[in-house]
C-alpha cells in the first residue's frame, strides 16, 4: 500500500491528484485544505471512499496550522510515501504596485509546504528506502510572467529546490521532481485566459486537470524509477 499526502486538493489540480490516487485500490489520501471545507468534504463524498481518503485544514501561512496538519496525518498513517506539494496563492500585479505582504505571502507558502512537510516525512521514506516527493511548479516559474514576479519567484524557487533535494536524497531511494503546467482549465485562471492565450498554444486549447494528475500518477509510480531532479511540462508546447 502506498500513502499519499496532497496539499490543496480540494479544487483545481489538486482535485484531480486526489482522484486519480483514490481511484487506486492499493493507496490512502491525505489531501488539505485552507478555506474549502466543505468543497473537500463534498470531494470526498464524491470518491466515496472515506475509510481511504481524509481531508485535514492546513494553513501553510501558520506553522501551528501546519504542525497540527502534519501530527493529524501521523495519527491516521506510519507515513507517507509520496508528498505533492500542489497548494499555491497568487495575489498578481505589477511589481511596482505591490505591497511587501502580496509579494511575499506566495514565496512564503511555497517553501514552508517545502520545508515542514519534506522535514517531516522523509524520515519514513528514508528508512524505506522509497519515495516520491512531486512538486507543482509553474511556466511563470520557468520562464516569467508580466504581473507574476512574485509567483513566479515562489515557483522558481521550489523548482531549485526540488533539483537540490534530488541530489541529497536520490541514493536513499527517494525521487524528487517538479511537475510545471502552462493554463490548466482552474478557478484559477477563468478570468485570466483569454483567446490571445489560446492563439499562443500550439494545440490551440488549454489544459484539464486530469492531464496534470497523469503525470503525476507516473512520476509518483515505479514507471519512474530512473527520473529525478528534472522538471515535465505540461503545457501544450507553450515554452515562452
Not at 130 to 140: E, K, Q, V, Y
Request: proline share 4%; glycine share 8%.
Amino acid at each position: 500500500m502506498k500513502r499519499v499526502f496532497i496539499t490543496g486538493g480540494n479544487r483545481g489540480i489538486g482535485a484531480a491528484l486526489v482522484r486519480h490516487f483514490a481511484s487506486q485500490p492499493d493507496h490512502v489520501v491525505v489531501f488539505t485544505y485552507n478555506l474549502g471545507e466543505a468543497a473537500a468534504q463534498a470531494l470526498i463524498h464524491e470518491i466515496d471512499a472515506a475509510d481511504r481518503v481524509k481531508a485535514l485544514a492546513m494553513n501553510l501561512m501558520d506553522p501551528n496550522s501546519i504542525a497540527q496538519a502534519i501530527h493529524q496525518s501521523l495519527d491516521w498513517q506510519p507515513g507517507f510515501d509520496i508528498v505533492i506539494h500542489n497548494a499555491a496563492s497568487k495575489a498578481d500585479g505589477l511589481f511596482y504596485f505591490l505591497d511587501e505582504k502580496a509579494f511575499f505571502e506566495p514565496i512564503q507558502l511555497a517553501l514552508n509546504s517545502f520545508f515542514h512537510l519534506n522535514k517531516a516525512f522523509l524520515p519514513h521514506m528514508i528508512q524505506q528506502r522509497w519515495g516520491r516527493i512531486i512538486l507543482l511548479a509553474s511556466l511563470a516559474g520557468e520562464t516569467g510572467q508580466a504581473g507574476q514576479t512574485n509567483y513566479a519567484a515562489a515557483k522558481g524557487a521550489l523548482i531549485a529546490a526540488s533539483k537540490s533535494l534530488a541530489r541529497e536524497v536520490a541514493r536513499k531511494g527517494i525521487l524528487v521532481n517538479t511537475v510545471s503546467p502552462g493554463w490548466i482549465a482552474t478557478d484559477m485562471t477563468d478570468d485570466v485566459v483569454g483567446p490571445e492565450h489560446l492563439k499562443a498554444i500550439p494545440m490551440g486549447r488549454i489544459g484539464q486537470p486530469e492531464e496534470v494528475a497523469q503525470v503525476v500518477g507516473f512520476l509518483a509510480s515505479d514507471a519512474s524509477s530512473y527520473i529525478n531532479g528534472t522538471t515535465i511540462q505540461v503545457n501544450g508546447g507553450l515554452y515562452c
